[in-house]
């Protein structure tokens, strides 16, 4: 074979190299080489800006938030500054800028979560997974519009009849599957797996060194269901349900902060409870048609159904005092109130529609996809929320002249009321085309489209243009360059649309992000192992931004279009088999983020997470290689607090306060650790009889959750001195160590 040569004013438009053999000087045949600039996995994706995650490695790893979501924190793109939260912010993106996909369909998270002790189970069972694909900007047209990242989840078909489960003190999980009927071809016709998990997390909430009786209880079920009626055309159905109960009695709680200098001991005693529910359900029905190797076709119906009530009443007495730094005696009392906050906030949501997809291949190297999607919302949302704060008989703020005869008003801190319903439908279309050619002897590709989208509420049409750019050269030294960006939007929904007084706003906007990111991968041998070094530079630049602010992780947004920001950062990302024949790696990045509302000037977003590092790491002992060890390490520099909740003239939230005021939480440090034994390996061949010959997979190992004990900070809570007007921020501390036992088995 010899190479086809083309000039280059054809290279382009051609976009492919093929090879030609002759054969009698009268016929030629045509044949394509397939471009391969990585190892092929399993999952196949066009999307050059995807990093590939291990269900086992996710299974394995030792997080209390979840497998996949534990794991992908320790990407250098990933920041997250609670171990209870499955939630995870990137690149200077807040937690409702990722996308989730499961089989390709989006799923949403829980809206109405106001700290990361009522979070739950994460909807992806790490049980079910078979590939893993995440991308932390510049993602290809086919995901949808957020600005931040894209994770897509694939589940995987049993081929034999299997039963697996686990428990630990915190919870356990049953799964089980089977493969029945073949095909003239041997393939299996029918195939189901089921699986159900339960959690408990009141150990490990006892840990946070408060006197509050925890009751959080989560359960899920899913289902994922596969016929195939030919090699050609399978049907596949996913069914989904979940129901997480927070309950919540505090009765005291005592904190240390301040300096050396000036102590500060914060005394609360409480009354009342909380009383938090969620419940979620999803289905999701698909058909895929493959007609030939050139063409497939997808038509998937689904429905998302989410029912939230998050009731609260809570009073509190609190002391703020100081002491000598010497003596440890109290020396002064700078306050001594209390303050009762309430909620009964009820949200229902509701989306149903269908998706239309369809990939022509040509050949090995080219693909062209288009889709469409509509879809149905109804969202409705009653909201009924208010704050008294009162110091020594008197609710705050108070009148500047107090007259004892003719107390001031009760007037509360802020109250938050709404009633709204709505049934928007958003319809979105993409089209992307995908080429993998040589140019010379180096190897290119290219994909670019665009995806544009109308959502019937605000009456928005966005337009998305987005590319990726990769070149492969002829070096001895393996590299890939990869460039990639575009124009991608945050489509408003429940969160953006909820102003401060707690009504929707018809007149919001889709925030906008334009992304450039360059990117260079290195793949080398050390040790006569595999390695691959990633770095990554990127630049966004934003308008019609919502300024935000958080509260543990609970974004409340302004509900107006009026700040532009930008974001900068590089990641870097050592991967491979520090260990032989498992993998590891070393994140570390730098990033800030910045914003302007209503041109005041720049300061921090409250995702600035500056420089942070990140290490999962997997080892097992030479000479007992069942015995195994799995390490995650975080570092990260602490997120701006901005300033707490003020009202301005006018009684309304003051979200501009943070030009005034502007803190930083302390760093966030964390060791988590997972030590295992496995009794029967399925990668050996096991001589068990009896009732353990019964048994694949039998492992039992210990978990320490934040092994060094490090008090971590994930948000304060502010307290006012009445005699001064100053607020204090208090810090509101994560959990403490935890030891927890897990027995993983799967029975043949």
Known sequence: MKKLVLPLSLMVPALVFSQVKKKRDTVKTETIEEVVFQKKVIGKTNDITAVKISAKDAQNVASISGGIEGILKTLPSVNSNTELSSQYMVRGGNYDENLIYINDIEIYRPFLIRNSQQEGLSIINPDMVSTVNFSAGGFEPRYGDKMSSALNIYYREPEKFEVSGEGSLIGGRLSTGFAVGKDKEGNRKFTALFSGRYRNTNLVLNTLKEDTDFNPKYMDFQTYLNYHFSPKFTASFIGYYSKNDYEMIPKARSVDFGSLQQPINLTVNYGGREDDKYKNMMGTFSLNYKPSDKWRFTLDAFAYQNREREYYTIASAYVLQTFDPITGEPVTSYDTGGQIEHARNDLYVKTYGTQFRTRFSPNVNTDIEVGFKYEKENLKDLTNEWKLVDSAGYSTPISALLDPRNPPDLKLYYSIAGKNDIQPTRMSAYAQYSQKFFWGSNKVFVNAGARVSHWSFNNETIFSPRAQFAIKPDWDTDMLFRLSGGIYYQAPFYKEIKDLDGNFNSNIKSQRSIQAILANDYEFQMYDRPFKLTTELYYKKMNDLIPYFMDNVRIRYSGKNNASGYAYGIDTRLFGEFVPGVDSWL??????????????????????????????????????????????????????????????????????????????????????LGLSYAFIDPKEKNQAYGFWGNFDELTLGVQVFNAFNIRNTVSNQWITDANTNLMYPVPVRLTGRFFNVKLEFRIK
């Open 587 to 672: 994140s570390a990045s730098y990033a800030r983020v910045y914003e302007n509302i209503d041109g005041r000037g720049d300061i921090p977003r409250p995702t600035d997470q500056r420089l942070r590092f990140a290490m999962f790491y997997q080892d097992y002992m030479p000479r007992f290689p069942k015995m195994r060890v799995n390490l995650t390490l975080t570092y990260a520099m602490g997120l701006p607090t901005g300033s707490p909740i003020v009202l301005d003239e006018n009684r309304k939230i003051d979200y501009l306060a943070g030009y005034s005021y502007q803190k930083t939480l302390t760093s966030y440090k964390r060791v988590d």
